[in-house]
């Protein structure tokens, strides 16, 4: 966990000059792999601990999932997988992430 609420992740990234998703990744120290190992329900995963995200090939909106399994990064403090499916679809933690990452898409 990088950051204690999604108001001070977003406070933050505001000071940069761009909200270039690549530049956050690497700015944040974060692993970004992407993988066709994954079930085609599964768009993505992370584990915060280690700061490593996953990402499906096949996901349909690669954009969007690499922005939502960022802000797991940032908010996140778990050494399990954070799993972006349609088993988790629904959650506190998984809203949070979707809410964070559209708000980055549209800044």
């Given at each position: ?20 998703i690549d530049a956050f990744i690497k ?81």
């Amino acid at each position: 966990m990088i950051f204690d609420s999604l108001e001070e992740a977003m406070n933050n990234l505001d000071t940069f000059i761009s909200y270039d998703i690549d530049a956050f990744i690497k700015y944040f120290k974060i692993s970004l792999h992407y993988t066709e190992s994954l079930p085609e329900n599964i768009n993505g995963y992370t584990v915060p601990l280690t700061r490593t995200m996953f990402i499906n090939e096949h996901a349909r909106n690669k954009l969007f999932v690499k922005h939502h399994e960022f802000i797991h990064c940032l908010l996140d403090e778990n050494a399990e997988p954070l799993i972006e499916s349609v088993y988790m679809e629904g959650t506190r933690i998984e809203h949070r992430a979707d809410v964070g990452a559209l708000a980055m898409m549209i800044k």
